[in-house]
């Protein structure tokens, strides 16, 4: 089992969900942050005083998948969030050591 972490542009999320549900991944978890890498933040003018924001606001999208589904997936999130521009965003790749779903107590990729 693989834990993905993607952190995208907000305005690409319809996308990613959708290509995501191409390939019936089911349920994802998502977080609005804010961050910096590359893209070094910009700038803002607030009440006509310009200021500096060196944090971005992305959106954090997490999924649980099964291991033969993960060159799909990455390709699939790499495809729909994918602009050409500096601050697209990354994918983390995690192993998940177990999983269990609360409700009914099944594990591993029965709990996904």
Known sequence: ???ITAIIQPYKLDDVRDALAVLDVQGMTITEVRGFGRQKG???IYRGAEYADTFVPKLKIEIGIEDHLQAKVLAAIG??????????????????????RIRTGETNNDAL
């Open 1 to 3: 089992m693989k834990f």
């Open 42 to 44: 910009h700038t803002q």
């Open 79 to 100: 495809g729909a969030a994918k602009t050409d521009r500096v601050g697209d965003g990354k994918i983390f790749v995690h192993g998940i050591e177990r999983a269990i």
